[in-house]
């Protein structure tokens, strides 16, 4: 295995909410994503993990939204409705289950 720059790698997504494939850890995949403008909301049956490389996230849920900056991480426990918005490019990494679903409102 070499050394990833992650940065580096980013500057492949050319497309919002289209993740690029990053790397696979064991049964997980670990994803890029850039993020710009509002999401569908959606729900997985596996927990989905969000870390913010750059920019800032809203991660909005049927009680609650959290805020996310650059170092901030939040974990999505599964079955939960959720969807992502970003008011400007914001850079995410994310873990995911390899054959997650996408259930959409």
């Given amino acids: ?9 980013a500057e492949k997504i050319k ?18 994503g850039l993020f710009d403008g509002d999401y569908r909301k ?8 969000f870390y913010v490389i750059s920019g800032l996230v809203e991660l909005v849920m049927d009680r609650e939204t959290i805020a996310l900056k650059p ?7 599964k079955n939960t ?7 400007k490019k914001a850079l995410v990494m994310l873990f995911e289950k390899q054959g997650l679903q996408s259930e959409f409102a």
């Fill in 42 to 49: 959606h729900r997985h049956p596996y927990d989905e993990f």
């Fill in 1 to 9: 295995m070499t050394k990833i720059n992650i940065l580096k790698e």
């Fill in 15 to 32: 497309k919002s909410f289209n993740p690029f494939q990053l790397v696979d850890v064991d049964n997980f995949h670990v994803f890029l």
């Fill in 81 to 87: 409705w959720h969807k992502s918005a970003a008011q």
């Fill in 71 to 77: 170092g901030e991480a939040f974990l999505v426990p």
